[in-house]
């Protein structure tokens, strides 16, 4: 999403920290200090006009003074948790032995009272997209996208940031793509 959108024309806030590597071959558009959120809400004082990626259980730190649109990718979860284990794999940890059941469950909780936490937020608009449906039509996604975000994006552009081969680890809903 953060390439799209960057690909799009909008300034990404990012920091470079960490490259790309097997488990990210395009590298991570990250922020390191956002990580800081809950301790330092100055962490994307930058960010105005700018976008930057911030996992969901760091969204209820941002400041309230602002006005933010939220972008909220959403995955199926089996897809996810595939995804963690593998990507912990390659880069030689131990994966946890907690039941993937109990994982999926704490992790659909979380996205439950997130998402409710959200829909009370005066400050947030939010746009749910679903990463499924940006590998069948990333065109319609990609003008859902400008849309929301109210900005001149190259809508080609981020269509072409889209790579059916990164999608590799599938649930059985999303085989066909």
């Known amino acids: 999403?953060?390439?799209?959108?960057?690909?799009?024309?909008?300034?990404v806030l990012t920091d470079g920290q960490r490259s790309a590597d097997a488990n990210?071959?395009?590298?991570?558009?990250?922020l390191e200090s956002v990580k800081s959120l809950a301790r330092n809400p100055e962490a994307i004082s930058a960010a105005e006009g700018k976008v930057v990626k911030i996992i969901s259980s760091l969204l209820t730190h941002l400041p309230k003074q602002h006005q933010y649109r939220v972008i909220f990718m959403r995955r199926p979860l089996?897809?996810?948790?595939?995804?963690?284990?593998?990507?912990?794999?390659?880069?030689?940890k131990d994966i946890p032995p907690a039941a993937t059941e109990s994982v999926a469950t704490a992790f659909a909780q979380h996205l439950k009272q997130i998402g409710a936490w959200l829909s009370e937020q005066a400050n947030i608009e939010v746009l749910y997209v679903d990463y499924v449906?940006?590998?069948?039509?990333?065109?319609r996604e990609a003008l859902k996208?400008?849309?929301f975000l109210d900005h001149e994006?190259?809508?080609?552009a981020m269509v072409r940031k889209v790579e059916h081969s990164l999608h590799r680890e599938k649930s059985p809903s999303s085989q066909s793509s």
């Open 1 to 11: 999403m953060m390439q799209m959108i960057s690909a799009g024309g909008m300034p």
């Open 133 to 139: 449906a940006v590998l069948e039509d990333a065109h």
């Open 153 to 156: 994006l190259d809508v080609d």
């Open 24 to 30: 990210n071959p395009r590298g991570y558009y990250e």
């Open 78 to 92: 089996d897809e996810v948790l595939a995804s963690q284990d593998k990507m912990m794999g390659r880069l030689g």
């Open 145 to 147: 996208i400008r849309t």
